[in-house]
């Protein structure tokens, strides 16, 4: 549970109940597979295999607060080193989230 807390803390509050929400949402799909502690298992070891701040910065684009980078750029630096297509949340301009499928058949 450390290294979860570490990890993927919720910003805005309880950790439980956001861990509880991205379970509902999205481990619920794999609840046949995993249950809920393989899931964040293996969510974590695939969060640890794909290194997003080495490739943004391999591609010059790196936490700024004056430079502004276009979804493109952030897309195509990601999509170089993983293969898979990044889905890109921004608010107010600013990246929030990057989502990277990883099933070649969604």
Known sequence: MSELQHEW???????KQFWSHKWEAHGMCFEKLLDAFSYFKTTLELKN???LLRYLAEANITPSKVKAYTGNDISAAITSKTRFEPRLWC????LMEINICVDNLA
């Open 9 to 15: 803390p919720n910003l805005n509050g309880d950790d």
């Open 49 to 51: 295999s794909v290194d």
């Open 91 to 94: 608010r107010a301009s600013m």
